[in-house]
């Protein structure tokens, strides 16, 4: 049997996991927002507030209907260094959360984190083979170190100083000093 679907209208509606990139001290409380894709659709017919704006790509809102694991959510994260992930939550009005711990000893730490969510949920502008979606921590302090700044660690990973690690521990011996050129 044949259903003639010419004279009626049909409506898509694409969905997408995503994670903006989060920098601090470990550990960082992160997000994933399960958001709908809406251009030129009339956001008050499906509930969607410009409260709910990715500010990163204006495209796209928050689904707060997503509410179930059942609607899609991330099979598990990878991180790419030293990193590890804590106390996942399930989504909730349209977000899970997560914490990420810096594994490495040391600060400035920078690592990528991959999630796979649900095939229907992956979705990458720049990559349309992608298979997963990613996102950067920065740690950049942990409570126990004096670290004085942003900056980078040593290509290779060892931790001997680089720039943006601790540069002066004792400042207040230090007396103030005027440049002459």
């Known amino acids: 049997m044949a259903i003639n679907i010419a004279n009626s209208d049909t409506v898509f509606f694409y969905g997408r996991a995503f994670s903006k990139n989060y920098e601090g ?11 709908i894709y809406c251009l030129g659709c009339v956001r008050n017919d499906y509930g969607i507030s410009l ?9 796209w809102f928050l689904n707060t209907q997503h509410n179930r694991s059942a609607y899609g959510d991330i099979l598990f994260f990878r991180p790419t260094g030293l990193s590890s992930i804590a106390n996942q939550k399930y989504p909730i009005n349209g977000t899970g959360t997560m914490q990420l711990v810096n594994g490495a000893d040391f600060t400035p730490y920078q690592d990528v984190i991959h999630a796979k969510p649900n095939s229907w949920l992956i979705h990458n502008a720049k990559n349309e083979n992608a298979n997963d979606i990613s996102f950067t921590v920065n740690f950049i302090g942990m409570p126990s170190t004096q670290w004085a700044g942003k900056g980078a660690v040593n290509q290779n990973g060892d931790k001997k100083a680089a720039i943006g690690q601790t540069i002066d521990v004792m400042p207040s011996r230090k007396t103030s000093g005027k440049m002459s050129w």
Not at 51 to 59: A, H, M, P, Q
């Open 25 to 35: 001290e470990s550990p960082i409380n992160a997000k994933i927002q399960y958001e």
């Open 51 to 59: 409260v709910s704006i990715n500010l990163e790509d204006s495209r």
